[in-house]
């Protein structure tokens, strides 16, 4: 199989499907390793003594401090040197730090090993979307990297169900040591099997340059509005996404009195059946409608959000938790619609050679109010409704929580205005299997 750009070889398709299952496979651990701390706060919070906000420190700020500090440096690395030997130091780190949040015996303890998480995943994410984009054509790339995504309800379904599963068999330390070393062992299989492409092969000819410096960088992205408000677009979505991951387990413990491990299956399969089902349909409708009219990557998320809000509503005032489940499927898939849609937005609005650079800048955005101040936001105004509420205050925080979806939507609406303009512009491959 060739493609129609001169000096450039197409990678086979059997080739790029297992590649993209072993990148999904780093991501999956990736969200386990991010994601486990929401289950194991149940019983972190009753055996070290914290408090919601405290919790919300531990799982939210903690990982994005260096998580988003990081990741631009790193992602400068990617663009100029291996892209594989990076996300294997990357694995290896985070998931000997996952191990040691095991060894935690108070609060600050725990946070400095998820500050270690925060420095290894800040190699993990960036340099992948890269890989992703040199080895699938453009008018495949809002699918590849949808499927990329499903790490992430993958990682965080099993998260929360093996940690369910461990904390109550045996301990949440047990939990934290075991993902840990399977994330180590991972590392070297990834690094064995998976090449590192030519940057740009997919790309025109002119767009292929190399070694940019930060402050061209800068420059580019400077000059392209959709790239800043995408950001806060996706950051404000994220606040609400990553505090959900966060809370919702705990919710389910509180206000529908589950036991950790019937939580820890209840909402692990609505985010497997409900995220992978919306990430696909994001994948597809980007690549289906957004090739005609670029804005539509842009607003078919906005939309998306917009119709989750009434269904939250719905799911978490309902006093069945039948009911709750059927309908938490809906926002669940509507919630992570945008991944693939947006993130190949950012991928076209730059050359290949700053690809990486420019999704590291757009996660620091995104993961540090996302990360760092969602799940942290929720935790507080639960503790700050706890004298009016009780334990249902973490209920109504959730339903505050809403809000960020209709803002991301606006802002969505917002940035379509100029990504027409802001796009890079390169030649389609007439490859269009996945």
Not at 66 to 92: K, Q
Not at 173 to 184: E, Q, S, T
Not at 269 to 288: F, N, P, Q
Request: glycine residues 10%; charged residues 10%.
């Amino acid at each position: 199989m060739n493609d129609n750009n001169p000096g450039s070889q197409a990678v086979p398709h059997a080739n790029r499907a297992y590649i993209l299952f072993i990148l999904v496979l780093v991501y999956t651990f990736n969200f386990i390793d991010r994601q486990i701390v929401g289950i194991l706060a149940v019983p972190i919070k009753t055996d070290l003594g914290l408090s919601d906000t405290e919790l919300g420190l531990m799982g939210g700020l903690a990982f994005a401090l260096f998580y988003t500090g990081l990741g631009i440096p790193i992602a400068m690395l990617a663009d100029r040197f291996n892209r594989t030997w990076i996300m294997t130091a990357a694995l290896t780190i985070w998931s000997a730090m996952t191990a040691a949040s095991g060894l935690a015996a108070n609060f600050w303890q725990l946070f400095v090993a998820r500050l270690g998480v925060g420095v290894g995943e800040a190699g993990g994410v960036a340099p992948a979307y890269s890989l992703i984009s040199d080895y699938f054509p453009p008018s495949q790339r809002a699918r590849a990297l949808s499927v990329y995504s499903f790490g992430i309800p993958i990682g965080s379904a099993l998260g929360i169900v093996f940690g369910g599963i461990v904390a109550t068999l045996v301990s949440w330390r047990m939990a934290f040591f075991l993902v840990g070393l399977a994330g180590i062992l991972i590392a070297p299989l990834f690094k064995m099997t998976v090449p590192e492409p030519a940057r740009g092969a997919y790309d025109p000819q002119q767009a292929k340059r190399s070694s940019p410096s930060l402050g061209s960088i800068f420059k580019t992205l400077g000059n392209k509005p959709s790239f800043w408000i995408v950001s806060i677009a996706a950051s404000c979505s994220s606040m609400m996404g990553y505090g959900l991951f966060f809370w919702l387990p705990s919710f389910f413990v509180r206000s529908y009195h589950l036991s950790l491990l019937d939580a820890s299956m209840f909402y692990g399969a609505v985010l497997l059946i409900g995220g992978l089902a919306g990430i696909w349909a994001g994948g597809w409708l980007g690549d289906r409608f957004g090739q005609a009219r670029r804005t539509r990557y842009l607003t078919i998320p906005a939309l998306a959000f917009i119709i989750t809000v009434p269904f939250y509503l719905l799911a978490i005032l309902s006093p069945s938790l039948q009911l709750t489940f059927i309908v938490l499927l809906v926002p669940t898939a509507l919630g992570l619609v945008w991944l693939g849609p947006v993130i190949s937005t950012i991928q076209h609005l730059v050359r290949p050679d700053m690809r990486a650079t420019a999704s590291a800048v757009f996660l620091f955005i995104n993961n540090l109010l996302g990360i760092g101040l969602g799940t942290y936001a929720i935790g507080a105004i639960s503790d700050a409704l706890q004298s009016l509420y009780g334990d249902e205050s973490l209920r109504y925080s959730i339903l505050a929580g809403t809000g960020f979806y209709v803002l991301a939507s606006a802002l969505f609406f917002l940035a379509s205005r100029w990504v027409e303009k802001d796009w890079e512009n390169e030649k389609t491959n007439p490859d269009h299997r996945l």
